[in-house]
């Protein structure tokens, strides 16, 4: 049977350089299988040179909420004027309604955003919240 690096290393008992090279090669992408089994939620501040119209000679500033259906990758966003946790709410309660599917699992990163309101007991549809660790 053929090993890779990292496992001849382990079975050699060289645990701490083979836990750093084992680090390096990605986990294997779990695929999914039905709408709404994971949908990724992330943000991203919005350009100057990507805004237009009054918005942008009044100076505000916007930031993207993206949510992507990982099986489908039907996609759903929305701009909010703040970055907070009361945004992340309001648009998990829009995407909710957008999606016509059940959702099951929420990924996002562990920004700030996404800690406080966001993962509170107001959502009981949703089963799981799956934070990154970045």
Not at 8 to 33: A, D, G, H
Not at 46 to 55: E, K, L, W
Request: charged share 25%; proline share 4%; net charge positive.
């Amino acid at each position: 049977m053929r090993q890779g690096c990292g496992e001849c290393l382990i079975s050699w008992n060289y645990s701490r350089l083979s836990r750093q090279i084992l680090s390096i090669f990605p986990k294997p992408y779990e695929n999914m299988q039905y709408p709404g089994q994971r949908v990724q939620i992330d943000v991203k501040y919005v350009p100057d040179a990507c805004i237009v119209g009054d918005a942008k000679s009044e100076g505000r500033k916007f930031y993207q909420y993206t949510a992507i259906n990982e099986y489908s990758r039907f996609c759903y966003l929305e701009a909010f004027e703040e970055h907070s946790s009361y945004s992340s709410a309001v648009f998990l309660e829009h995407m909710l309604k957008a999606f016509k599917f059940k959702i099951e699992c929420v990924q996002t990163d562990n920004g700030q955003e996404f800690t406080k309101r966001f993962g509170s007991s107001e959502k009981p549809s949703i089963k799981k919240y799956f934070y990154l660790s970045v």
